[in-house]
C-alpha cells in the first residue's frame, strides 16, 4: 500500500521567504510526527498530532515554525522568514494508533535549503 | 527527561564481518519502548524492531539481533556475516508515555551510526 507522502522532496528558498511543507500519512494512522534531520545531529522531534487532541508543539525550534493537520489527515508544516540554520531534511512519520508500540512510518523527507 | 546516545558515530567492517552497535538509554519511566530504524542512502527510516520494557529475552531475525540488557539500560544491535547492502546509519530510539492528560509516545532519537560495509 502507499506509504507516507512528502511534498516537495526539494525546496530551495531564499532567507527570510516563507516555506510550506506537505505530508500525507497512511491512510488509517491516526497519529502524525515532524521530524527534523540535520547534517550529524540524528532527529529532532519537532510536533505530534494525534486525532483531534491538542497537538504536541514542544519540539517547535521558535514561532516561525507551525503546523496544522486538516480533517485528521493531510499536514503543512509552515516555517515564516527562513534562516540559513531552518536548512535540513524535514521528516513526516504516521503511526497506527498512539501508543508506544506502535512504529512510526517515515516519509522520505523535504530537504530544505535556505540561502 | 529520556536520552538516547549512541557512542558510535561511524563504523566501517569488511563484508562477512560481524558488528555490533551500540544503544545506551536514560528514561525515569518504568514503561517504555525501545526501537531501531535503518536509513540507508536513499534516505527513508525503515523500522527494524521493537521491545519493550517488560521483555528483556534477546531476539534473532536472520542475520539480526538484539540484546536488551536493562540493567546497563542498553539495547545493542548485531549484525552477523554483515554484507554491502547493511550499509546504512542506524538509528536508536526510545519511546516513553507522558501522563499529561493523555498520552504522546513521541520518539526520541540517538545521533545515529554510520555503518559502512566494504567488500
Known amino acids: 500500500g502507499a506509504g507516507v507522502s512528502q511534498s516537495p522532496s526539494n525546496k530551495v528558498t531564499e532567507k527570510g521567504k516563507d516555506v510550506e511543507l506537505r505530508c500525507d500519512p497512511i491512510?488509517?494512522?491516526?497519529?502524525l510526527y515532524w521530524y527534523r534531520q540535520s547534517l550529524g545531529q540524528g532527529l529532532e522531534f519537532l510536533i505530534y498530532?494525534?486525532?483531534?487532541?491538542?497537538?504536541?508543539k514542544s519540539g517547535l525550534p521558535s514561532d516561525r515554525f507551525s503546523a496544522e493537520r486538516t480533517g485528521g489527515s493531510v499536514s503543512t508544516l509552515t516555517i515564516q522568514r527562513t534562516q540559513q540554520e531552518d536548512s535540513a531534511v524535514y521528516l513526516c512519520?504516521?503511526?497506527?494508533?498512539?501508543?508506544?508500540?506502535?512504529?512510526?512510518?517515515f516519509g522520505n523527507g523535504t530537504r530544505l535549503t535556505v540561502t | 527527561a529520556q536520552k538516547v546516545t549512541q557512542a558510535q558515530t561511524e563504523i566501517s567492517v569488511v563484508e562477512k564481518e560481524d558488528v555490533t552497535l551500540d544503544c545506551v538509554y536514560e528514561t525515569r519511566d518504568t514503561t517504555y519502548y525501545l526501537f531501531w530504524y535503518k536509513q540507508p542512502p536513499s534516505g527513508e527510516l525503515v523500522f527494524l524492531i521493537r521491545r519493550n520494557s517488560f521483555d528483556e529475552q534477546n531476539e534473532i531475525s536472520g542475520r539480526y539481533s538484539w540484546n536488551f540488557q536493562k540493567s546497563t539500560s542498553s539495547f545493542n544491535f548485531t549484525i552477523t556475516a554483515s554484507q554491502v547492502v547493511d550499509s546504512a546509519v542506524y538509528f536508536c530510539?526510545?519511546?516513553?508515555?507522558?501522563?499529561?492528560?493523555?498520552?504522546?509516545?513521541?520518539?526520541?532519537f540517538g545521533k545515529g551510526t554510520l555503518l559502512t560495509v566494504n567488500p
Open positions: 491512510s488509517g494512522h491516526t497519529a
Open positions: 498530532f494525534q486525532g483531534n487532541s491538542a497537538p504536541d
Open positions: 530510539a526510545l519511546s516513553e508515555a507522558r501522563n499529561s492528560g493523555g498520552s504522546n509516545y513521541k520518539l526520541t
Open positions: 512519520a504516521s503511526s497506527l494508533r498512539t501508543g508506544g508500540d506502535s512504529p512510526l512510518h
